[in-house]
């Protein structure tokens, strides 16, 4: 498996694990607005698709606690998604029998709820080998408390934290990739969209 010392990711090497974005633990999300957390682990989905990244995607409980997946992920996931009742995604011989199979060693984590959903799995997945890092601002959770004890948990043990979409474009790599705007308009993040719109008025 991988080795200790870091290595960039890349399209080749990167898998997205996409854990419990279910309606009902939506609904306790405080430490961000609702609406920006979707539209974040959204546009995760959409530019890992477009990149051509392998996604694995959970729920846990999902008919007798949590509900199903937010209706916008199920919508860009278009497949299964695997429902377990493991605390930790990765205690679930399936879940890691489907990331072991996409052939990847980096993994990108985001989970709703962070410290629990993201962090355990991510942690154990380090454990197991593997490079995870978590895109924050695609999880969420309860209390802002919470948040900072979870980030405090990360830090002492090592665990790498970006955003969406810098991991994203870090990825991407070059910006003359023919993927490019394709990519941005996933992440959807307001300058690069309008940005975009300038440079198709300036070739018309």
Known sequence: MASSKRSRITRENTAVLLIDHQVGLFTGVRDMTV??????VVGLAKAARTLGLPVVATTTARDSLWGPTIPELREVLAGEVLD????????????????????RDHLIFAGLSFEVC???????AREAGYQPVIAIDACGTFSHDKREAGMARLTVL????SDYASL???????????KASEVYAALDMPFATLMGQVAAGYRK
């Open 118 to 124: 993201a962090s355990l799995p991510a942690i154990s």
């Open 35 to 40: 609406s920006d957390l979707k539209h974040n």
């Open 84 to 103: 377990r009742s493991s605390v930790n995604a990765w205690d679930d011989e399936r879940f890691v029998k489907a990331v072991k199979a996409t052939g």
């Open 168 to 178: 994203i474009v870090e990825i991407l790599a070059n910006n003359a990739d023919p």
């Open 158 to 161: 090592g665990i790498e934290v």
